[in-house]
Nanobody, 125 residues
Framework: QWHFVESGGGEVQPGGSLRLSCTTS????????MGWFRQAPGKERERVSC????????YYSDSVKGRFSISRDSAKSTMYLQMNDLKPEDAAVYYC??????????????????WGPGTQVTVSA
């Protein structure tokens, strides 16, 4: 049917950069808004960013605005998250997810209906 595969996580020093990828298959990628979420130890999963298709609108949480950039490649059915100036508080497992409301960047975790297994991001000296 469908599946998502996140990649690009790793360990970096504060101020470093990573580029995450989410490769998808099994559904019409261009019909759906796609989001990046993260979950740190002891914390609930939170939305980091989201990108729509038809109008290209993007969303960023206040904590990452100006440092992270989301994009998507229709030909590859892949979504990206460029993360710059990483901080220790960015450390988490990062997940890609498909909006459960078609091409809408809905804000809540429960409003997304399909998830990848996650990729670990560690930020430490």
């Amino acid at each position: 049917q469908w599946h998502f595969v996140e990649s690009g996580g790793g360990e970096v020093q504060p101020g470093g950069s990573l580029r995450l990828s989410c490769t998808t298959s099994g559904f019409p990628f261009d019909n759906y808004a796609m989001g990046w979420f993260r979950q740190a130890p002891g914390k609930e999963r939170e939305r980091v960013s989201c990108i729509k298709n038809r109008d290209g609108m993007t969303y960023y949480s206040d904590s990452v605005k100006g440092r992270f950039s989301i994009s998507r490649d229709s030909a590859k059915s892949t979504m990206y998250l460029q993360m710059n100036d990483l901080k220790p508080e960015d450390a988490a497992v990062y997940y890609c997810a498909r909006s459960g409301v078609v091409d809408q960047c809905v804000p809540h975790v429960y409003e997304y209906d399909s998830w990848g297994p996650g990729t670990q991001v560690t930020v430490s000296a």
